[in-house]
């Protein structure tokens, strides 16, 4: 079952799982946000929270003071990197300045009040709850393209949750908006790299509409190397960022029209103060 959550016509309009946090849900706060109630305009509208857009980074920065007042945390704590598509995760117990990103694409962390940030524009955001073995919470966040997932970035994530404390049997995963099989045409080749890995990878490809292209299952493979993992408690949200317009940007869609750039939608996840 999926809440959605709508503040006010002129609030940010957000997505929430309602199974991801079970009984916790007062210690922590996660959501996914889509395009809708920021201040930017054009192609970046409305609420783009990119600073590696082509976007002014002041009028960036509003959109993330938004989104930071919804979380419950300072602008300075709402924290996000510069994404490589790589397998990388940092532990995180420290803010820092939004012009000096630090580069991967995971972040793990056990202090309240950080809120870990990750930004997409079809690639998956998927966050992670898990606690200790005395109650504490322990929460990540990763951006998993089909590069990174496919290098390891979901494990990688895991293994540092547990690296700080977290029970393995307590790790719950959250798969985000991403790009949909339906939307998502890729050659036969792009296959292979896949295939070599598993060949039971075979089912996150159906046939395309046109010769020699396939549909890839990005938010599918994701759940799958999360229980590769160990994850045994992992959720999808269903919703399609390339064909969902109105809630969501999306990278595809923008080269396929042609523009010059894209915003990005932020999720984040934050152990609340």
């Known amino acids: ?20 946090l079970g009984l916790q ?5 996660h959501g996914f946000f889509s395009r809708r109630g920021g201040v930017s305009r054009d192609i970046f509208a409305t609420l783009n929270c ?31 990197l510069h994404q490589i598509h790589s397998d990388q995760c940092l532990v995180v117990r420290e803010s820092w300045d939004i012009e000096a990103r630090l580069q991967g694409d995971a972040m793990v962390t056990d202090v309240p009040g950080l809120a ?3 930004l997409t524009a079809d690639c998956a955001p998927v966050l992670f709850y898990g ?3 005395d109650g504490a919470p322990v929460v ?4 998993a393209g089909w590069s990174g997932a496919l290098k390891g970035v979901l494990g990688t994530c895991v293994e540092a949750m547990l690296e700080i404390g977290a029970v393995p049997e307590s790790i719950r995963a959250c798969i985000g908006p991403c790009i949909g099989q339906k939307s998502y045409e890729v050659s036969e ?3 292979e790299p896949f295939l070599k890995e598993d060949d039971g990878n075979e089912a996150f490809f159906m046939a395309g509409q046109r010769a020699g292209h396939l549909q890839f299952d990005l938010p599918g493979y994701c759940a799958a190397k999360l229980g590769r993992a160990g994850v045994k408690n992992v959720l999808i949200k269903d919703l399609d960022t390339y064909f969902n317009e109105e809630d969501f940007f999306s990278y595809r869609r923008a080269m396929h029209r042609h523009e010059k750039d894209y915003g990005r939608q932020i999720s984040v996840v934050m152990i609340q103060e």
């Open 116 to 118: 870990l940030g990750v």
């Open 189 to 191: 080749a792009f296959a």
């Open 1 to 20: 079952m999926t809440n959605l959550l709508l503040q006010q016509d002129s609030d940010p309009l957000y997505f929430q799982h309602s199974d991801f």
């Open 140 to 143: 990540g966040a990763a951006h």
């Open 131 to 133: 606690r200790k073995s």
């Open 25 to 29: 849900n007062d210690t922590v706060f």
């Open 50 to 80: 990119g600073p590696g857009s082509g976007e002014a980074l002041s009028i960036v920065q509003k959109n993330r003071q938004i989104v930071s007042e919804i979380a419950g945390c300072e602008a300075k704590n709402l924290l996000s």
